[in-house]
């Protein structure tokens, strides 16, 4: 792959009236996705597209020379399915494990993925390209109302937006491997505890990952419980 400057990337959100733009973007998930990765995704025409679609925001990883390399999709509890509510993701959920955040405030997070060659590249704070994408989407859902994600995917990946976005996510399922790139888990976020940990354990990311957007005062957090049992590594 080409190499790419530092710095030479933005994310945008997805316009699913610009023909051009949904052509370049279902094109980068169908090579990611279905070919990089092997994801049983690809439609009978070949792209990666579904009927989650029509009804999420989609944010894109685009280059400085305007290349699509990065996806992320975020479904509402408004859209008329989930990828959690078919087979075979809808039989992997321990309910023993479940919060059952209520719908209603929850959004699903998918197609959560960047070219090796973009996803770290870095901005003028340091936080990488792929960090930016997730952002997009933690800021969109804050504003939207939702308080809580749904996500499936690799382990290693919730591992590292752990570690490294200081997410705290709870894994609510078995490990499996459905392809060879990895093994997959179902997972869910509070965003207010993200929003604590953040806070506690490292102010500069909250400053970056919070930029313009407005979250109610830690104290409000803290009484209403939002850090619970939580323990800040």
């Known amino acids: 792959m080409a190499s790419m400057a530092e710095g030479s990337f933005r994310v945008e959100r997805l316009d699913l009236r610009d ?5 370049e973007y279902f094109r980068f998930r169908t090579e ?14 070949g792209i990666d597209r579904d009927d989650i679609d029509l009804h999420s925001t989609h944010f894109c990883l685009i280059t400085g020379g305007g290349t699509i390399v990065g996806s992320i999709r975020v479904t509402p509890p408004t859209a008329t399915r989930w990828m959690l509510d078919m087979p075979p993701f ?8 479940n919060p059952e955040y209520p719908r209603a405030q929850s959004a699903e997070v998918s197609r ?5 060659g973009a996803a770290g590249l870095t901005d003028d704070w340091g936080f990488s390209a792929a960090q930016a994408l997730r952002r997009a989407a933690y800021q969109h859902s804050i504003r939207s109302g939702s308080r809580y994600w749904y996500v499936i995917a690799y382990r290693a990946l919730i591992e590292r937006l752990r570690r490294f976005d200081y997410l705290p996510f709870k894994i ?16 869910c976020l509070d965003l207010a505890e993200a929003y604590v940990h953040m806070a506690h354990s490292a102010p500069t990311f909250l400053e970056w990952n919070n930029a313009g957007i407005h979250m109610p005062d ?16």
């Open 218 to 233: 830690l104290a409000v957090l803290m009484a209403r419980g939002a850090v619970g049992s939580m323990a800040f590594d």
């Open 19 to 23: 023909a051009q733009q949904c052509e």
């Open 32 to 45: 990611y996705f279905g070919n990089y990765l092997g994801w049983k995704v690809l439609g009978a025409d």
């Open 90 to 97: 809808s039989d992997l959920t321990d309910q023993g494990l």
């Open 172 to 187: 609510i399922s078995p490990t499996v491997r459905f392809d060879p790139r990895g093994r997959t888990c179902v997972a």
């Open 112 to 116: 959560l993925g960047a070219l090796p």
